[in-house]
């Protein structure tokens, strides 16, 4: 594919969205299925923060019944539903076993008249009851003491940075243009104050440019008051991180989540099965504690607290399963943008977005994974006093033709080198591009990657084809291979290279500065805590 360049200044774009996470990458493809010309940049890689570091679930929202935030809760169960139908592959199925103790956590009638409503909302059953003996058949290994029986529900999983990948992707082969390493460094506006401009930076090669825009829609997340201050006196974006650990899925078989509620602050924790890996999270702290002391332009890692609260909590709900700290094979901690008033527990923190509007800047933050076009619907609304020609357009909610599942076979690879299943997980993943899979890879590399379930054409898909600036942008984000070895997957780093020389065009010296940088960047974000700096 030919890559992309930023256009030369003077060019002019309806609007201009700051921020590659999945709120900027759900406005960019909003944007351009009703009819609109935007831009999308992201000073560091798509996805690099929060939407690469999620506990991967896309939530019906199932928590706010429980704070009486009916509306809410239904407009995520609808989202839910919507993304299930339009990304299969990408978006899929997971049940739910939460267990049920007497003198602690949630009462059974609780659950049934908060699931009840949930099912309604959805519009089908969600969920089911399972007695003590089944809870003890589904859950081996459970706490058994007070235990009364068990409540089993319907949510869903996603590849986070997969989506946000697959939404841009999506919106510049629609005739968008997105960016990564590429800086908004200043809002240019008229003697008015209404916003005219945007000026732009490669963040890497420092070449600067300025585009003309009517619009900028700032969806930096937790970088937002960076640039557009909260115009509310005493309301802030209150950084807070979330944290996971991650398994070998062999030392727990596991096809559900278990939901359970921590002994120390009865917060909800989940340990979770995904791309044959296990995941135990998540937190809930400010983002000051911790090796990177609330610096978000940092790589936020788990503390050494943060994951013996986890284990702790595993060791409440699991008593008998051997595992330690050791068996742990990565950790990812993210930094969610929440807006705050007042401070209260971290948990206890609205997750509801806002947008502020100053004459032409637009910002959205706030939110959940699962909502993301509802924010984007929100941002786009504000968006239209400033676009008064493309009015008609951003009233359609649907002005063009979104997404839709690609069935089938993929043409160019031959019938029986992939499962039913496979074949529709890269459909997902990668919509109408993994005809490009196919064209440039040959039949070796739809094979697994170790014990991985990531074919080695995604991963020369990815170099070739995905904007990829460093090695850490493919073994994190393209695919998720440095979270599923061991190491990271240095182990693997001579196959990598050789397989990848074809779609890279790195010589020797750039692969020795980028296998050096990707080990730092792991060992400093996504080691596990307490194994740090093994690696030579």
Avoid at 278 to 301: A, I
Avoid at 451 to 462: D, K, S, V
């Amino acid at each position: 594919m030919k890559k992309q360049e930023i256009s030369p200044m003077g060019d002019r774009y309806n609007l201009v969205i700051v921020g590659g996470g999945v709120t900027g990458a759900g406005v960019f493809h909003e944007a351009i299925l009703r009819g609109l010309r935007p831009l999308l940049v992201e000073a560091n890689d798509f996805a690099w923060g929060t939407s690469s570091r999620s506990s991967k679930m896309v939530h019906g929202g199932l928590r706010y019944l429980k704070e009486g935030k009916f509306l809410l809760t239904r407009s995520a169960v609808r989202e839910r539903q919507r993304l299930l139908s339009v990304y299969p592959g990408l978006v899929d199925p997971l049940n739910f076993i939460m267990p049920l103790y007497d003198g602690h956590g949630p009462s059974m009638g609780a659950m049934k008249f908060g699931l009840s409503l949930y099912s309604l909302m959805a519009g089908e059953k969600q969920h089911e009851i399972f007695s003590r003996a089944q809870t003890l058949g589904m859950v081996p290994k459970v706490c058994q003491e007070n235990l009364l029986s068990a409540v089993g529900f319907k949510d869903a999983q996603v590849d986070d940075a997969r989506l946000v990948l697959r939404l841009i992707f999506d919106g510049c082969d629609q005739g968008g243009q997105a960016f990564n390493y590429t800086r908004a460094t200043a809002v240019e506006r008229d003697g008015q104050g209404k916003v005219v401009g945007v000026c732009l930076k490669d963040v890497e090669t420092n070449v600067n440019v300025r585009v003309q825009t009517p619009v900028v829609i700032n969806a930096t997340g937790a970088f937002a008051e960076a640039l557009h201050p909260s115009p509310v006196k005493g309301f802030h974006i209150r950084p807070l991180r979330g944290s996971h650990l991650i398994f070998p899925g062999k030392i727990y078989p596991l096809d559900r989540v278990i939901s359970f509620i921590h002994p120390r602050d009865n917060r909800p924790v989940f340990l979770f099965p995904w791309e044959g890996c296990l995941f135990l999270g998540t937190t809930d702290v400010d983002h000051k504690e911790g090796d990177h002391t609330g610096d978000v332009s940092k790589e936020p890692c788990i503390s050494l607290g943060e994951a013996e609260y986890l284990m702790a909590g595993l060791a409440h709900i699991l008593p008998d399963l051997q595992v330690s700290l050791a068996d742990c094979i990565a950790s990812i901690a993210g930094v969610r943008p929440i807006l705050s008033k007042r401070k209260k527990a971290a948990s206890k923190e609205s997750r509801e977005h806002v947008v502020w509007k100053d004459k032409g800047l637009i910002t959205v933050t706030g939110g959940k994974l699962t909502t993301f076009r509802l924010l984007a619907a929100d941002a786009l609304k504000a968006a239209q006093k400033y676009l008064p020609e493309c009015s008609k357009s951003l009233a359609n909610s649907r002005a063009g033709q979104e997404s839709k599942p690609l069935p089938g076979g993929i043409p160019g690879i031959k019938e029986g080198v992939l499962s039913d299943r496979e074949t529709q997980r890269l459909w997902g993943r990668y919509g109408a591009r993994v005809k490009y899979m196919a064209e440039n890879c040959n039949e070796t590399d739809f094979s697994f990657i170790a014990a991985t379930q990531t074919l080695w054409a995604e991963l020369c898909h990815g170099a070739q084809n995905e904007q990829i600036r460093h090695l850490s942008d493919l073994l994190l984000r393209r695919v998720r291979i440095g979270l599923f070895l061991p190491n990271g997957g240095m182990d693997l780093m001579d196959e990598i290279q050789a397989r990848l020389r074809p779609f890279l065009a790195w010589d020797d010296e750039k692969w020795t500065r980028e296998r050096k940088a990707y080990e730092r960047v792991w060992q400093d974000a996504y080691a596990p805590p307490g194994q740090k700096n093994k690696l030579n």
